[in-house]
């Protein structure tokens, strides 16, 4: 079954605290995924992707294959960081299975 | 340049109406998506297309859910006799060739009343 979790509704952290948003995936296939944000009132829009390697906004997310695992960290977080993130998996068809989305609060 | 469009922003419809939901993908971009986020569900895949085909349906919740692209271009997501249930806000993305991710649009707010 193709399937991502993200076990956290919502996080909530104050500023300069380190962040983790725990996704975990079930997937036969050679797996490629994603984090995608929602800052309020706008678009969902791509953060991050594993095959990139990249660390966008202070956030990185390494894949561990063993764990079948996706966490997005972040050392620090900052008030402007407050949105819904959503970890993705692309399966077959180009689709992409969601997870239920984290809610991360970051107060000051 | 321009993102992806969707339209109308918001439909408040009665329960039993049809309602056609639109997307305009970005230019060039030959693969389109649709999902729909439910309060409590997340985001689900509904349809894919490729050029103006449909390889992946599976996500179609009902036979009262029906999409169609045309020209490579514009496609519209049409609702038969809505149901409350049917209430969501309704995504669409599309990518360039070869590109895996997925741009997507402001969303249209669908509440069935």
């Known amino acids: 079954a193709q399937r991502v979790t993200q076990p956290e509704k919502l996080l909530s952290v104050f500023k300069g605290a380190p962040v983790e948003l725990k996704c975990n995936y079930s997937?036969?296939?050679?797996?490629?995924l994603f984090w995608y944000v929602q800052y309020s009132r706008q678009r969902l829009q791509l953060l991050l992707r594993?095959?990139s390697r990249e660390s966008i906004k202070g956030f990185t997310a390494d894949l561990n294959k063993g764990e079948t695992s996706f966490h997005l960290k972040k050392p620090f977080a900052q008030e402007e960081d407050s949105a819904m993130y959503y970890c993705?998996?692309?399966?077959?068809?180009?689709?992409?299975?969601f997870g239920t989305g984290t809610r991360l609060l970051v107060s000051p | 340049g321009a993102g992806v469009s969707q339209s109308p922003s918001n439909k408040v419809t009665e329960k039993g109406k049809d309602v056609e939901l639109r997307c305009d993908p970005i230019s060039g971009h030959t693969a389109l998506y649709w999902y729909r986020q439910s309060l409590g569900q997340g985001l689900e895949f509904l349809i894919y297309f490729q050029g103006n085909s449909a390889p992946d349906k599976s996500g179609l919740p009902s036979d009262r859910f029906s999409a169609e692209r045309t020209g490579g271009s514009v496609s519209t997501l049409t609702i038969q006799r809505t149901q409350q249930e049917d209430s969501a806000v309704y995504l669409c993305a599309s990518s360039p060739p070869g590109v895996s991710e997925q741009f997507f649009g402001p969303g249209t707010r669908l509440t069935v009343l």
């Open positions: 993705a998996l692309l399966t077959g068809f180009q689709k992409l299975v």
């Open positions: 997937y036969s296939g050679s797996p490629e």
């Open positions: 594993h095959i």
